[in-house]
């Protein structure tokens, strides 16, 4: 299990610093991919660590509706990834940079959209925590159980196809949230950077 309290801070820092960094995609490579930053928000909660999440608005040209880590595109006046994350979750959600401490970052994910992700993950403060998420970026703004989340054998690998690739993604049900596609992904990437046993089930 991870830690309950303020001792996940540190604990996080350990095994993100100790982690070999790596790349992961679930589908072929783009050539030219645009860099971007997404955080990886853990809430401290009585009950437990939890992951801040986010529903992506189904107007929107890309992953419409799908489930997200707030984050973007890395811009010139950013000054290097954290910021880039900090910046976007700022814009999606309304979350304040000055309660979130940085533990560390992963390696790179590349997504079917064509970007180049570097999940760089955080600790919120949830005290007093009021979000205002971007209606034109975010249809709503929610939190689950980060260990169910982080254990790598309740992902499924199923085959799908998208923009005429066709290849297996992971996926996972939690709390009637379905988390899919990169987002799983790099969740997957976290739980391996955290020494977290387990394997996904193929799914034919």
Same mark, same amino acid.
Request: with cysteine; charged share 20%.
């Given at each position: 299990?991870?830690?309950?309290?303020?001792?996940?801070?540190?604990? @996080?820092?350990?095994?993100?610093? %100790? &982690?070999? *960094?790596? /790349? $992961?995609?679930?589908?072929?490579?783009?050539? =030219?991919?645009?860099?971007?930053?997404?955080?990886?928000?853990?809430?401290?909660?009585?009950?437990?660590?939890?992951? @801040?999440?986010?529903?992506?608005? %189904? &107007?929107? *040209?890309? /992953? $419409?509706?799908?489930?997200?880590?707030?984050? =973007?595109?890395?811009?010139?006046?950013?000054?290097?990834?954290?910021?880039?994350?900090?910046?976007?979750?700022?814009?999606?959600?309304?979350?304040?940079? %000055?309660?979130?401490?940085?533990?560390?970052?992963?390696?790179?994910?590349?997504?079917?959209?064509?970007?180049?992700?570097?999940?760089?993950v955080g600790v919120v403060d949830p005290t007093g925590l009021a979000l205002r998420p971007d209606p034109g970026e975010v249809a709503s703004v929610f939190e689950l159980p980060?260990?169910?989340?982080?254990?790598?054998?309740?992902?499924?690998?199923?085959?799908?196809?998208?923009?005429?690739?066709?290849?297996?993604?992971?996926?996972?049900?939690?709390?009637?949230?379905?988390?899919?596609?990169?987002?799983?992904?790099?969740?997957?990437?976290?739980?391996?950077?955290?020494?977290?046993?387990?394997?996904?089930?193929?799914?034919?």
């Amino acid at each position: 299990m991870i830690p309950h309290d303020e001792m996940l801070i540190p604990w @996080l820092r350990e095994r993100l610093a %100790a &982690h070999v *960094p790596a /790349h $992961a995609a679930d589908h072929p490579d783009y050539a =030219g991919a645009k860099p971007a930053a997404v955080l990886i928000p853990f809430v401290l909660r009585p009950d437990g660590p939890t992951l @801040l999440l986010t529903e992506r608005s %189904a &107007h929107l *040209p890309t /992953h $419409a509706g799908q489930i997200s880590f707030p984050g =973007g595109r890395i811009e010139a006046g950013d000054g290097s990834v954290d910021a880039a994350a900090l910046r976007e979750s700022r814009e999606e959600i309304g979350l304040d940079a %000055a309660r979130v401490t940085l533990v560390g970052q992963l390696g790179s994910y590349s997504t079917i959209s064509g970007y180049r992700v570097t999940p760089v993950v955080g600790v919120v403060d949830p005290t007093g925590l009021a979000l205002r998420p971007d209606p034109g970026e975010v249809a709503s703004v929610f939190e689950l159980p980060a260990w169910p989340l982080l254990q790598p054998s309740g992902y499924e690998r199923r085959w799908i196809e998208r923009r005429g690739v066709r290849g297996k993604s992971h996926f996972i049900e939690c709390e009637g949230r379905t988390v899919w596609g990169a987002t799983a992904g790099m969740l997957l990437m976290l739980a391996a950077a955290l020494g977290i046993d387990g394997k996904p089930v193929d799914v034919d």
